[in-house]
């Protein structure tokens, strides 16, 4: 019987901790088993505001360094702020380039989650735990977040990022109007850039059409590049939780999915498609992404690249072919910031809800999410949703977890037997383990029989972890009052608290190893365990309480029906 528990005991453990550490290198931490690296010094990003450098034909073997915004010689770019206001949206872009520098998303509050241990460490440091609730940022460009939007020529002949542009007027709010567009304008060179960008009322994806007019007497061959500029540093989670992916991501239809950590594009070991004429590139953080969908069937470049201390980019450059003295052409393209919401992702480009990235449970967790939503529309609580989804799945593996609980509560039948055989024989082992299997044998019970039931079931209850954070559906969705966000820690840690005392209830109606030091560690066990959920999002303990509590009413009620006295 103890061999069974331990065996249990220790695929959990050993589970856990495999889980969190894959997790961790997963999203480019060190791993808990090797000596952490020294931290890396972030130091002042170059050029006068920071921005990244125009990328050069071939962008994908060279990473050019930053360079200043103007040259020696020539008059100091103009940058003034333009505001575009939408339902969704508040975007700045600036003259100097017509970058995107700010923007924020209107419709997704950012609260800074902490859990009740973190509140108490903070009040014993005096720190400030105040949590204004503001609207959630993609687009930055301060100290805190450099997080940019540049498109331009390449070459310093033609205009780009770095190059002054004029504003066209009009309206800069939706208002009663279903689209509002910003034009700018810029010359170099006898060559003319137009940007165009069109915002949708109730849609994260822009619009975003360049148009480059030949006032020049020879024909030209310009290449335009889109590209998404981003430091290395994670959005701010609560104290120790698993942080998710950001990074770069890839799609073409060849190589398909594919991210693209920030330390390999500083080491220079990034692996990703270079030429491709479908797909996209994108950045991606936790449950937001921002990315740029050039047309498709049309060629370029895909390039990754180190721009300066702490700050990388990932773009691609479009070939536009020629174009004739007084001849203008144009290049449609869409640049998504948003939410990774399932069923809007969908709609934005081939490949593109692959952002939201289950990782080795992808084949188990979309499935899991499809019947999670479908729940959602009935039920309208993601909460409820949680519970609903809990016990469908426990009905589900019910014949498998009734097999694993009959065999514990047969073996916690035989506990007496099995310690008289161990006193009777203690100091012959050989004839000690004969007797027990002659036990076994005699009783139809099998040690270990309860193990393969939770080993089959444990990658489902994996992919449902990754699914519970992943999804942006459970960010700010309330349950029950003190919880008003499933996506953050429990902020009273009652959630944990109940965890434990299920856990411990679970560990009392189990069969107790006759040793008495195994039995003492598997007392201390519940502790163990429940500790890390008290930074877990309490979604995802919340799955757990409800899964733990329905396993100890089967256990309970198999147990009862096991030891019930047969008639006569």
Same mark, same amino acid.
């Not at 393209?333 to 809800?353: C, I, M, N, R, Y």
């Given at each position: 019987?103890?061999?069974?528990?331990?065996?249990?005991?220790?695929?959990?453990?050993?589970?856990?901790?495999?889980?969190?550490? $894959?997790?961790?290198?997963?999203?480019?931490?060190?791993?808990?088993?090797?000596?952490?690296?020294?931290?890396?010094?972030?130091?002042?990003?170059?050029?006068?505001?920071?921005?990244?450098?125009?990328?050069?034909?071939?962008?994908?073997?060279?990473?050019?360094?930053?360079?200043?915004?103007?040259?020696?010689?020539?008059?100091?770019?103009?940058?003034?702020?333009?505001?575009?206001?939408?339902?969704?949206?508040?975007?700045?872009?600036?003259?100097?380039?017509?970058?995107?520098?700010?923007?924020?998303?209107?419709?997704?509050? @950012?609260?800074?989650?902490?859990?009740?241990?973190?509140?108490?460490?903070?009040?014993?440091?005096?720190?400030?735990?105040?949590?204004?609730?503001? $609207?959630?940022?993609?687009?930055?460009?301060?100290?805190?977040?450099?997080?940019?939007?540049?498109?331009?020529?390449?070459?310093?002949?033609?205009?780009?990022?770095?190059?002054?542009?004029?504003?066209?007027?009009?309206?800069?709010?939706?208002?009663?109007?279903?689209?509002?567009?910003?034009?700018?304008?810029?010359?170099?060179?006898?060559?003319?850039?137009?940007?165009?960008?069109?915002?949708?009322?109730?849609?994260?994806?822009?619009?975003?059409?360049?148009?480059?007019?030949? $006032?020049?007497?020879?024909?030209?061959?310009?290449?335009?590049?889109?590209?998404?500029?981003?430091?290395?540093?994670?959005?701010?989670?609560?104290?120790?939780? #698993?942080?998710?992916?950001?990074?770069?991501?890839?799609?073409?239809?060849?190589?398909?999915?594919?991210?693209?950590?920030?330390?390999?594009?500083?080491?220079?070991?990034?692996?990703?498609?270079?030429?491709?004429? @479908?797909?996209?590139?994108?950045?991606?953080?936790?449950?937001?992404?921002?990315?740029?969908?050039?047309?498709?069937?049309?060629?370029?470049?895909?390039?990754?690249?180190?721009?300066?201390?702490?700050?990388?980019?990932?773009?691609?450059?479009?070939?536009?072919?020629?174009?004739?003295?007084?001849?203008?052409?144009?290049?449609?393209?869409?640049?998504?910031?948003?939410?990774?919401?399932?069923?809007?992702?969908?709609?934005?480009?081939?490949?593109?809800?692959?952002?939201?990235?289950?990782?080795?449970?992808?084949?188990?967790?979309?499935?899991?999410?499809?019947?999670?939503?479908?729940?959602?529309?009935?039920?309208?609580?993601?909460?409820?949703?949680?519970?609903?989804?809990?016990?469908?799945?426990?009905?589900?593996?019910?014949?498998?977890?009734?097999?694993?609980?009959?065999?514990?509560?047969?073996?916690?039948?035989?506990?007496?037997?099995?310690?008289?055989?161990?006193?009777?024989?203690?100091?012959?082992?050989?004839?000690?383990?004969?007797?027990?299997?002659?036990?076994?044998?005699?009783?139809?019970?099998?040690?270990?029989?309860?193990?393969? #039931?939770?080993?089959?079931?444990?990658?489902?209850?994996?992919?449902?972890?990754?699914?519970?954070?992943?999804?942006?559906?459970?960010?700010?969705?309330?349950?029950?009052?003190?919880?008003?966000?499933?996506?953050?820690?429990?902020?009273?840690?009652?959630?944990?608290?109940?965890?434990?005392?299920?856990?411990?209830?679970?560990?009392?109606?189990?069969?107790?190893?006759?040793? #008495?030091?195994?039995?003492?560690?598997?007392?201390?066990?519940?502790?163990?365990?429940?500790?890390?959920?008290?930074?877990?999002?309490?979604?995802?303990?919340?799955?757990?309480?409800?899964?733990?509590?329905?396993?100890?009413?089967?256990?309970?009620?198999?147990?009862?029906?096991? $030891?019930?006295?047969?008639?006569?």
């Amino acid at each position: 019987m103890d061999i069974k528990r331990l065996v249990l005991w220790a695929v959990m453990l050993f589970s856990m901790l495999t889980l969190w550490n $894959n997790w961790g290198i997963y999203n480019g931490k060190p791993s808990m088993f090797a000596p952490p690296k020294p931290p890396e010094l972030t130091a002042p990003v170059a050029g006068a505001n920071g921005e990244g450098s125009v990328p050069a034909t071939g962008a994908t073997a060279t990473a050019a360094a930053a360079a200043p915004v103007t040259a020696p010689g020539e008059t100091p770019v103009h940058s003034e702020p333009i505001t575009i206001t939408t339902d969704v949206f508040k975007a700045v872009f600036d003259t100097e380039g017509g970058q995107l520098k700010h923007l924020e998303l209107l419709q997704h509050k @950012n609260t800074k989650s902490q859990t009740l241990l973190d509140v108490i460490t903070e009040k014993i440091h005096h720190a400030d735990t105040e949590q204004a609730q503001q $609207n959630e940022v993609i687009f930055d460009d301060t100290p805190k977040l450099k997080y940019l939007a540049q498109t331009g020529l390449i070459g310093d002949l033609y205009p780009n990022h770095r190059t002054g542009y004029t504003v066209r007027p009009g309206p800069r709010s939706l208002d009663n109007s279903d689209q509002v567009q910003l034009i700018l304008d810029s010359e170099k060179g006898g060559v003319k850039l137009t940007k165009i960008f069109t915002f949708k009322r109730g849609q994260y994806s822009i619009d975003v059409k360049h148009e480059v007019t030949n $006032n020049t007497g020879a024909a030209i061959s310009p290449s335009l590049y889109l590209q998404l500029v981003r430091d290395g540093n994670k959005p701010e989670t609560a104290r120790f939780a #698993p942080s998710a992916f950001t990074g770069a991501a890839v799609y073409t239809d060849a190589d398909h999915f594919k991210t693209v950590p920030f330390d390999k594009v500083e080491k220079g070991t990034e692996e990703h498609a270079a030429k491709a004429d @479908n797909g996209w590139i994108a950045l991606v953080q936790h449950f937001f992404v921002s990315a740029f969908i050039p047309p498709q069937k049309m060629p370029r470049e895909i390039y990754t690249k180190k721009v300066d201390t702490n700050l990388y980019a990932i773009g691609n450059i479009l070939p536009m072919g020629s174009v004739a003295p007084g001849a203008t052409v144009s290049v449609d393209a869409t640049l998504f910031s948003g939410p990774q919401d399932t069923a809007l992702l969908e709609k934005v480009a081939p490949g593109f809800e692959l952002v939201k990235d289950y990782g080795f449970f992808t084949v188990v967790a979309k499935p899991i999410f499809w019947i999670m939503d479908q729940i959602h529309k009935l039920l309208g609580n993601w909460g409820w949703t949680i519970v609903a989804f809990t016990a469908l799945m426990r009905l589900a593996f019910f014949p498998l977890s009734a097999a694993s609980y009959r065999s514990m509560a047969k073996m916690k039948v035989l506990t007496p037997k099995m310690t008289a055989i161990r006193e009777r024989y203690k100091s012959d082992p050989q004839k000690m383990n004969q007797a027990m299997m002659e036990l076994y044998k005699s009783e139809k019970a099998n040690p270990i029989g309860g193990c393969l #039931p939770v080993l089959i079931q444990m990658p489902v209850f994996f992919a449902l972890y990754s699914v519970l954070q992943s999804s942006v559906e459970t960010r700010n969705a309330p349950w029950l009052g003190w919880i008003q966000d499933l996506s953050t820690p429990d902020p009273l840690s009652i959630l944990p608290v109940l965890m434990a005392v299920a856990m411990f209830i679970q560990t009392r109606l189990s069969p107790p190893p006759p040793d #008495p030091m195994q039995a003492k560690i598997m007392m201390f066990m519940p502790l163990i365990f429940s500790i890390t959920f008290f930074w877990f999002p309490s979604g995802v303990v919340l799955y757990y309480v409800v899964n733990t509590t329905l396993s100890i009413a089967q256990q309970w009620f198999i147990t009862k029906k096991l $030891n019930a006295p047969k008639p006569a």
